[in-house]
């Protein structure tokens, strides 16, 4: 009996180190969307300490998350060409345990603009380029560079190319993200242009692009707010700051989570961060 009990208690033990693997793998795959942390914006000068101690509280839950990736949708720092606060984002970015994919993009507030001129050039000097592609499980992440698009600058047709070729090629990735700065809209395709948003001659170009190629959901920052809507299908969720806020939201985080019944995410303040999965 004893030899029978023991027979069954190793066998049930083989059993568990064979399903263990494929319980892990088949968790929900979580990305962690961070938008404008803008060191500086907080008091308007070079007193950093307000939207460093905001943005390394969300970093430190963050960390104990373990989430798959962190996205930041842009703004960074206030001023782009100020080396204390490229300085202090770098050292924020560099706390961000390894193990977690990170992938940054630039907001307005990160680089030059003057009209149709849109120079990125110090921005990628710091941070790599400035667009991104990461499949990730089940999951493409896209990520683009929103001011060509606003600014209808010269790079645009360039960066419109590669994303296309990028979708064409992981065509059959089943769940597509995209990731910007500036919202396409707030809520209706056809809302009036206003600072924050694209204007409304790109927005139905692009959205019809994104149904073309089964993008089920574009995030965005840049207002500082929270804001939702829906084109073709397609979700339009913009995230509000992780720092200085504009409206009525609180500092804080979207946790974006793909499982077996599809994508869904919601936005948490700092403080409401789970600390595990």
């Known amino acids: 009996m004893k030899n029978l009990l023991h ?6 033990m083989a059993l568990l180190l064979i399903l263990l693997p494929g319980c892990r ?13 803008q060191l500086g914006f907080s008091t308007e000068s070079h007193d950093l300490s307000p939207d460093t101690a905001m943005f390394g509280e969300a970093i430190r839950r963050i960390n104990q998350l373990q989430p798959d990736a962190v996205v930041i949708t842009g703004d960074l720092v206030h001023e ?14 560099d706390r961000i345990d390894p193990e977690i994919a990170i992938f940054p993009l630039p907001g307005n507030h990160d680089i030059r603009i003057e009209g149709q001129n849109v120079n990125a050039a110090r921005y990628m000097a710091e941070h790599g380029k400035d667009r991104f592609v990461h499949t990730l499980k089940n999951c493409l992440l896209v990520g683009l560079n929103s001011s060509y698009i606003k600014q209808h600058a010269p790079q645009e047709q360039e960066q419109k190319q590669w994303l296309v070729e990028r979708l064409q090629e992981y065509a059959e990735v089943p769940h597509k993200i995209i990731f910007v700065h500036h919202p396409f809209f707030r809520e209706k395709i056809d ?46 969720v913009t995230t509000s700051a992780v ?6 939201a609180r500092p804080g985080v979207r946790l974006i989570e793909i499982n077996r019944e599809g994508l869904k995410d919601r936005y948490v303040s700092t403080q409401e961060i789970p600390t595990e999965r």
């Open 25 to 37: 793998n088949s968790r929900p795959t979580l990305i962690v969307q961070i938008s404008d942390p």
């Open 7 to 12: 027979a069954i208690a190793l066998l049930a």
């Open 80 to 93: 782009c060409d100020d080396p204390v606060q490229l300085a202090m984002v770098r050292a924020l970015l």
């Open 243 to 248: 720092c200085r806020q504009l409206g009525k």
């Open 191 to 236: 809302e009036p242009n206003d600072y924050f948003s694209i204007d409304s001659a790109d927005r139905r170009r692009y959205f019809d692009l994104f149904a073309q190629y089964g993008v089920e959901a574009v995030y965005a920052g840049h207002l500082h707010d929270n804001a939702q809507g829906e084109y073709l299908g397609i979700r339009m």
